[in-house]
């Protein structure tokens, strides 16, 4: 899940099954509320590249003072590993809530929220971290926080409630229910991008093989899309061969793909604002969507299980992390790796392997832009890929590393996940 891996048994029922080709859905609900304020509007810089307010040197002031570490949440253990990247050291570890699964700067990059949904309870919460001193502190409980955004002006975090089929809006310091909006028409909600203004946002929804497309003016929900599966995709053959160091990483052998619908992961817009970029397990690849007219308009295969997607620091290249599984619990040592693709031709420009095998999943970019750091979903271990060689270095972590974050990251404000900041 991105539930990354929701572990429901009618969740992975749902996954499994073919349904329907594409098409868009009806309209959703909302709960009745007044419309938000309007997002403050893009600076020029801004409306010409999405990523240039967060490149390697625009370190906030808010950050000065922030220790250098990469915080790892492990989904079974119900822990967070503390890593500091100068060493490459373990140099901390605490317990958290059940089931934590992301690791979320909050709007005002002052405090790092663990989002542990505790899934199939009522007991989810959220952990904070100070960045200064890299400790947690009291948590506070608030209903199936799979995940956390934040709304553009940084009035509301916006907590999505997957199991619950919903986004609730709340007070970024204190978590007090804002305003709820329903997702009936999407099960499996789990990871999201903004359009540039703030208007907007498209979530994904992973058991459906859906995007749901929400107004955040208005707050309801415009419409699904379903997205088109690729006529081929990557063959998964357990126990082959996997790339040696220092050889080339290829996809594999291609196979009739079967699958009507698709398993959407982490979604990304592009520098330009006009598309946005989504990871689907199934397909192997990113679709890629017009977000205006809320249409798919291309597909970039990359390999199997594609999931996270990062950015360069430079806003040229988008790091996909591939999984090595179309499967929602993978085998260890999967044909996992990332691509590397060029954002003005939407080509694949770099393959890296995991050598001997491995499964990339969430993390994020060093505020530096050298280092793409990744938790191994299957493997207990986390990677560091040097991002001019694909170069990779392992840390051992907890049992079932998620939606790690990199600390600090430049930029004016985070928009949630695992450090979405702009």
Known sequence: MTST????????????????????????????????APAAPAAAAEARNVYSTSTADKLSA??????????????????????????MKVVSRFKV?????????????????????????????????DPRTGKPGKPIAVDDP????????????????EARKRLDFRDP????????????????????????????????????????????EARKVLGYLKLEMPKTRIKETPGAPRTKAGAVWEPGESEI????????????????????????MMADGVHVIDGDAFKQVGFIQTSIGAH???????????????RGS???????????????????????????????????????????????????????VVYRFDTATGDVTQVKVGSEPHGLTVWPQPGRFSLGHTGNTR
């Open 308 to 322: 996270g997607l990062y950015p360069s620091r430079d806003g040229k290249r988008l790091f996909v992390a591939n």
């Open 146 to 161: 799979y995940n956390m955004y934040a709304t553009l002006d940084g009035k509301s975090a916006i907590v999505v409630a």
């Open 173 to 216: 310091k204190t978590m007090a229910l804002q305003y709820s909006i329903d997702t009936p028409g999407c099960p499996g909600i789990n990871h999201a991008d903004f359009s540039i203004d703030g208007k907007f946002a498209i979530f994904t929804c992973e058991f459906s093989g859906t995007l749901a497309k929400i107004d955040l």
């Open 62 to 87: 808010a950050v000065a003072g922030d220790l250098e570490r990469v915080y790892v949440p492990n989904l079974r253990s119900g822990d967070v590993t503390v890593i500091d990247p100068a060493t």
């Open 5 to 36: 891996m929701n572990t429901r048994p009618d969740a992975v029922a749902a996954a499994a099954r073919a349904l329907l080709a594409c098409t868009t859905l009806a309209l959703g609900a909302a709960h009745a509320a007044p419309p938000a």
């Open 257 to 280: 793909c079967t699958v009507t619908k698709g398993m959407p992961q982490d979604i990304r817009i592009s520098p330009d604002g006009k598309r946005f970029y989504v990871a689907d």
């Open 326 to 380: 179309h499967k929602i619990h993978g085998s260890r040592l999967g044909n996992g790796g990332v691509s590397v693709i060029d954002f003005a031709t939407d080509k694949v420009v770099a393959r890296w392997p995991v050598p001997g095998g491995g499964s990339p999943d969430m993390g994020n970019v060093s505020a530096d832009g050298k280092w793409l750091w990744l938790a191994a979903r299957y493997d207990d």
């Open 97 to 129: 809530g059940i089931g934590p699964q992301h690791i979320v700067p909050s709007w005002d990059l002052r405090t790092l929220w663990v989002t542990n949904n505790a899934e199939n309870t009522t007991k989810g919460s959220l952990t904070p971290i």
